[in-house]
């Protein structure tokens, strides 16, 4: 079935109903709070984002005129489900792959094993890359090879439901960017270190003079 391009938002909300239902089944169908907390995950989400409600919502409504989202009544709270095998016409494994390379970006075919083993648990690589070039091989395809980076030894995969990916390369020999959130963590941990050496050193310091010896 051909689709028109999603938007970032409704492929975001897509793809947190396929990873919800795997993770948490008990709470499967999502409520629009959960599906709005999972959308704006700050842990295994590229990029993070910070949608409201009614983004969220209005995403919805765009994903269910395409048959991509249901919504399930029988519950005080609307409840809402993914139809994206279904309407995509894929398997299982094909629908965890694309499902981490909407949640995380773009990734090698060594991290989609990784990351899709709550969703899907692949034998080895060469299974994962048999899925990926079927859904090359999809008219029109769903996903695509991006350019070796410089340094970069695997080239990454992206999804194309978004349209196509933009590549932005790095400079050659260029470090890998860590996420700000990650490196100020990484620099309060290091404070917080120092802190507590500064303290034992000091501890040590009036141990030994108590006890009248050279540290």
Known sequence: MSLRTLSALEARVLAVLVEKQHTVPDSYPL?????????????AREPVMNAAESEVLQALDELRGMSLVNNVSGSRVLRYEHNLRRVLGVPGQA???????????????????????????????SSVDGFLEELVERQPPLVC???????????????????????????????????????????????ALRAELDGLKALVTRMAGELGITP
């Open 145 to 191: 090879k991006l350019p070796r980076a410089p340094g970069a030894r695997e080239q990454r995969w992206a999804h194309l439901l978004c349209g196509e990916p933009v590549y932005v390369e790095a400079a050659a020999g260029a470090a890998p960017r860590r996420d700000d959130d990650e490196l100020r963590q990484l620099r309060e941990e290091q404070q």
């Open 31 to 43: 409520s629009l709070n959960a599906l709005t907390l999972g959308c704006n995950q700050k842990t």
């Open 95 to 125: 629908e965890a792959l694309l499902t981490l390379l909407m949640l995380r970006g773009p990734q090698t075919s060594a991290e989609l094993r990784a990351n899709t083993e709550r969703l899907h648990r692949f034998a080895d690589i």
